[in-house]
């Protein structure tokens, strides 16, 4: 597509539930990225892929968080179990080429997927 | 990890001023991008610039990787620039994962 597309725009959600968010990136950008924004404050690191290369899940804040990539395209970031504290702008973000060492590329980001947790 | 520090953390400019804003970093990056986030929270890309100077229209921005530091200029600022300007830096040490400053909210006022 044309750029990173994500879904849905906003999500209301129960406490205790379990939540969905997809990010569809560029086709083609091989690493892929889910960063989370909480009410005034700057982008906190989720989660890391990279072509077929394990995720660096160094970022999850919880178990309760995890995500999966599927065919190296679309990811899915899933929560369960959601707490008031989980509300937030969830981010994703993708780039254009396979890291050979030193050369790293722009990123892109999607519009945000605005979560609250009643 | 390293660290990324953005200022002023907050400015309040007049329509027509000119300002600078400035991105310090702990470590030698691979990468450093600029971004403005508008009230609607998009985030648009405004500079990829690992190092030295680049321009587009009112907007400029260096970075002086040995010192590490980079500048966003914005000249004759519009109510339009208003927003959060980020800088996100990747750094050399392999961990591919760029990291934001917290920001800096301008406002600018017609």
């Known amino acids: 597509g044309a750029g990173v597309s994500q879904s849905p725009s906003n999500k209301v959600t129960e406490k205790g539930k379990d939540v969905e968010l997809r990010c569809d990136p560029i086709s083609g950008h091989t690493a892929l990225y889910w960063y989370r924004q909480s009410l005034g404050q700057g982008l906190e690191f989720l989660i890391y892929?990279?072509?077929?290369?394990?995720?660096?899940k160094s970022g999850l804040p919880s178990d309760r968080f995890s995500a999966e990539r599927t065919g190296g395209s679309v990811s899915t970031l899933t929560i369960q179990r959601t707490q008031q504290e989980d509300s937030a702008v969830y981010l994703c973000?993708?780039?254009?080429?396979?890291?050979?060492?030193?050369?790293?590329?722009?990123?892109?980001f999607g519009q945000g997927t605005r979560l609250t947790v009643v | 990890g390293i660290q990324v520090e953005q200022s002023p953390p907050d400015l309040i400019l007049q329509e027509g001023a000119n300002s600078t804003l400035r991105c310090n970093f702990s470590?030698?990056?691979?990468?450093l991008q600029w971004f403005h986030q508008n009230p609607w929270g998009q985030l648009i890309n405004l500079f990829y610039i690992p190092s030295g100077t680049k321009q587009n229209g009112r907007l400029s921005a260096t970075t002086v990787a040995t010192e590490r530091y980079s500048l966003l200029y914005i000249s004759s600022s519009q109510t339009t620039d208003s927003g959060v300007y980020f800088c996100a830096v990747e750094g050399s040490g392999g961990s591919y994962i760029p990291t934001f400053g917290r920001g800096t909210s301008l406002i600018v006022h017609p």
């Open positions: 973000a993708s780039t254009s080429v396979i890291r050979t060492g030193l050369f790293s590329t722009e990123a892109f």
């Open positions: 470590d030698s990056v691979n990468n």
């Open positions: 892929f990279q072509g077929n290369s394990a995720p660096d």
